[in-house]
Every structure is written in C-alpha cells, then in structure tokens.
C-alpha cells in the first residue's frame, strides 16, 4: 500500500469520525455501538474501506434529518439490524469456521 494511499484513508476515516461527532447524541451511541459489533464480527470488506460503515452513517444522517429517534431507525434489536447488513456477506465468523473444518479435514486424512 502506497503513502498516498495511507494518507487518504486516514482523511477520508478523519472526515467519517467528523460526522458521526455532528450526529444527536443518541444516534453516535449506537452508531459506535454497531462499529464495535462489526468490527468484532463483521464483514471481512470492512477491511477494504468504510463503505458499510459510510452507508449506515448516511441512513442515520437521514433519520436524524427527519426528527425520527435512532431506534425508529434501526429497531429495538440493534444486534439483529447490524445481522440484517451483513447477512449476504463473509464474516471473520464464516473464516474461522472454515479454517476449523479445513484443519480437521487435513488432520482426519493422515
């Protein structure tokens, strides 16, 4: 990865934090909450830029626009919405288990 590269990920990251900051109160609460759990077992293209993470802030910037409160956007189960993102995509979860079934597999056939 070039020093360009680097230095434009770190102002675009820079620019992200910047509008989470601008959000109501309730709605960064949530919003780090769901970074943690994505972060934690989310979608291995989270690693690829922030993407996802831009989408999910440009939804709560429109819910926020429209007065409605963050858990009339995402729902009570906050957990089950950041599912709902994923659900088509490969967790370190899903990488994991693969990687589990494949040493077992080696193993098995000696």
């Keep these: 990865m070039s020093i360009k590269k680097i230095i434009e990920g770190k102002q675009e990251w820079r620019a992200h934090v910047s509008r989470v900051k601008a959000l109501p109160k309730d709605y960064q609460i ?10 934690k077992v989310g979608p291995v293209e989270l ?3 922030i993407g996802l993470l831009s989408e999910i802030l440009s939804f709560f910037e429109e819910g926020a626009a429209d007065r ?3 858990l009339e956007v995402t729902g009570t189960d906050v957990a089950a ?5 994923i ?3 490969k967790t370190y979860a899903d990488l994991y288990q693969e990687s589990v079934n494949q040493k077992v597999d080696k ?3 000696k």
């Excluded at 949530?30 to 972060?39: A, D, M, N, P, S």
């Excluded at 919405?81 to 993102?85: G, I, N, S, V």
């Design 68 to 70: 409605k409160g963050v």
């Design 47 to 49: 690693n690829e830029g």
């Design 81 to 85: 919405f950041c599912d709902a993102l």
């Design 30 to 39: 949530v919003y780090k909450e769901i970074q943690k759990y994505l972060f």
């Design 107 to 109: 193993a098995m056939k």
């Design 87 to 89: 659900e088509d995509s």
